[in-house]
């Protein structure tokens, strides 16, 4: 290959690389995974010939369906994996821009709260979900991607709908709702007001945290508003100099708390009616190196 073909196979890749990502990312809830897997659909354009490569009439396509088979394998391993992991699993959240938050389909298909509710769906429901339902991809694409006719995906597509409608969050709230509920949220938590965050949640919230045994994180969720109250309420004796501080993350409005006792945690919220009815934490430091800078995610 010549030095310009190289260079203008790999420009058409990178034109395409935060699609790809933010596929891999949504397919496998994990950044260190789908960094893999866009690097591996890497490796399998670049070992095209020059020939072969001038005959992708849709490089969008043809690289979503290689980065589709790969996630898919990788799903397929991490479902074992996950079969032995310490406590709840949660994603590995990200720092996202500001911008992402504008796209509300998409700010909300990469959601925390969304990411953990795909985990419910198998390896090939949430494919074929994640191609159509936030990409838009043709039925007969997403076919040849996963393997099956356009019928099955179809109806594979018809039933995960119906299983994520079921679980998903049914409030949308504005960026100014969702930061004075967040605020009220932090100055009780800050000040052990006990009164304030009974007001603040939901009467049957619902806490989840990740430490991954190495961590410490409640290894079940928590019910209901008095005893997430009373999980909560030691935080001002049990931190160290904790540093707190507002960012984009999954986008959305999260929280991170860098703690000299307790170690760094992440923490997304839910808001439904202007009360927060799920807490997700997430503190397992293998799943927080993504926090550095933005990642740009794109549909």
Do not use: C
Not at 32 to 45: G, N
Not at 162 to 188: G, I, T, Y
């Amino acid at each position: 290959m010549s030095s310009s073909g190289a260079a203008d196979s790999l420009d058409l890749f990178v034109t395409h690389r935060s699609l790809l990502f933010t596929v891999a990312y949504e397919m496998l809830g994990s950044a260190a995974d789908a960094e893999d897997v866009v690097q591996e659909a890497w490796l399998r354009w670049s070992d095209l010939g020059a020939g072969a490569r001038a005959e992708v009439r849709d490089p969008r396509a043809y690289f979503v369906r290689i980065v589709t088979r790969q996630a898919l394998n990788r799903l397929r391993t991490l479902s074992r994996r996950r079969e032995d992991y310490v406590g709840e699993w949660l994603p590995e959240p990200l720092l996202t821009v500001p911008d992402v938050a504008e796209d509300v389909e998409l700010a909300e298909s990469v959601s925390i709260a969304m990411l953990t509710v795909l985990e419910s769906l198998t390896p090939v429901e949430r494919a074929v979900f994640v191609l159509r339902e936030v990409f838009d991809v043709p039925y007969e694409e997403i076919a040849e991607a996963v393997g099956k006719s356009a019928a099955a995906v179809r109806q594979i597509v018809s039933r995960a709908r119906s299983h994520v409608a079921a679980r998903r969050p049914r409030m949308r709230v504005d960026r100014s709702e969702q930061q004075e509920v967040v605020q009220r949220f932090l100055a009780a938590v800050t000040t052990g007001d006990v009164q304030g965050l009974m007001d603040v949640l939901a009467p049957d919230v619902v806490l989840i945290a990740d430490g991954g045994g190495l961590a410490q994180a409640v290894r079940v969720p928590v019910y209901g508003a008095k005893k997430v109250t009373n999980l909560l309420r030691s935080f001002p004796e049990a931190a160290l100099n904790p540093k707190i501080a507002l960012l984009w993350l999954n986008g959305g409005l999260g929280i991170r708390i860098d703690d000299e006792a307790g170690g760094p945690s992440l923490i997304s919220l839910v808001v439904e009616d202007g009360r927060i009815a799920r807490i997700f934490a997430m503190r397992n430091p293998d799943k927080l190196g993504h926090l550095e800078e933005e990642t740009q995610l794109v549909r």
